[in-house]
């Protein structure tokens, strides 16, 4: 394990979980390792031993850093989330989780089935005092830095107090791994007054607005998110997942548009470069479920080997950070 003051991190990623694995997931390990410099991280890659080693073969040079660890199961899309752990308990998922517990690895990271993941991240790393509902966290691009969005789909019914914990989640995660001194939180309604909304939005609003150890701004319209007027953005998990997957595919239909129109003048291809790399997802790495007694970062199925590079940069800063740790101290224990 990562004790205090030693930076070597040692992250466990399910080689076994994009629609095309092992594949990304070797070459987005690999790619990592080649960014850092030094000896101070380690990739494990949990998963079919034959099948890794096979994909690895196919690479000219294996950086120092990469393990195996054989998990012979894996688990698809056909499979009950919340029956995962009993029933394929040597699944790469759980396996990896399980290398978290004890001691083995310091982060999990993977892009197998999202309720698995949530699932037994919950069973095995346990949500820390005073979380109710851990939620997932997911980046947004703006016109400024980068917005948090949580809960963006692991938490359909909440409650305010619930909403409150995302807040607190948000900030810390916000200050800790996106270096954001004092995180602007906003929360996501139809309207900026304080009494717009339904019940669950003016509750939170009114508890939000005494809240200690918080920079709430008030509420925040949909707009207003991709101007950049906050660094936290919280809502239930319908709403987020509603509001994530439209930003998603709305940033898929722009890069589209810029593509088809660039083929025809392809000497501004590298103009816009910069534009393609803010509304790709992959950029951003993968969304961290926040609140747990450990670090678990979920991506995208389909994630190319670069989404994979990124996410497992996203787990080794949420270690180096001392996020859980930082969580547990900060976090209140709200009745």
Do not use: W
């Amino acid at each position: 394990m990562v004790r205090p003051g030693v930076e070597f991190v040692r992250l466990a990623l399910d080689a076994m979980g994009t629609d095309r694995a092992p594949e990304p997931e070797v070459a987005g390990a690999i790619e990592a390792l080649e960014a850092y410099d030094g000896n101070d991280i380690e990739i494990v890659l949990v998963g079919d031993e034959q099948a890794i080693r096979a994909e690895l073969a196919r690479h000219e040079r294996i950086p120092p850093g990469i393990h195996v660890h054989h998990a012979p199961d894996r688990v698809t899309a056909d499979d009950s989330p919340a029956s995962v752990i009993r029933r394929k308990p040597e699944s790469s998922i759980v396996v990896g989780l399980r290398l978290q517990a004890e001691g083995e690895a310091d982060a999990f990271v993977s892009a197998g089935s999202t309720g698995a993941v949530m699932a037994c991240s919950l069973f095995t790393l346990r949500p820390l005092p005073g979380v109710d509902r851990p939620p997932v966290g997911t980046l947004l691009p703006t016109a400024g830095e980068l917005c948090l969005l949580l809960d963006a789909g692991a938490n359909i019914d909440c409650k305010p107090q619930h909403l409150v914990q995302f807040a607190h989640l948000g900030s810390i995660y916000a200050r800790d791994a996106l270096g954001r001194a004092k995180p602007r939180v906003g929360l996501l309604n139809i309207g900026e007054e304080p009494g717009k909304g339904d019940d669950l939005t003016i509750q939170t609003h009114e508890l939000l607005a005494v809240e200690q150890g918080i920079r709430f701004i008030g509420n925040v319209e949909g707009r207003d998110i991709v101007k950049g007027e906050c660094d936290v953005i919280v809502c239930d998990g319908f709403v987020g997942n509603v509001l994530l997957k439209f930003y998603e595919s709305v940033a898929g239909y722009i890069v589209a548009l810029l593509r088809t129109e660039l083929d025809k003048v392809p000497d501004r291809k590298v103009e816009l470069d910069h534009v393609f790399r803010v509304l790709d997802y992959a950029e951003y790495g993968g969304a961290p479920l926040l609140g747990l007694g450990g670090v678990s970062i979920i991506c995208h199925g389909g994630s190319p080997p670069k989404a994979i590079h990124n996410a497992l940069t996203v787990a080794a800063r949420a270690v180096r950070s001392e996020l859980v740790r930082h969580s547990r101290e900060d976090l209140p224990i709200l009745s």
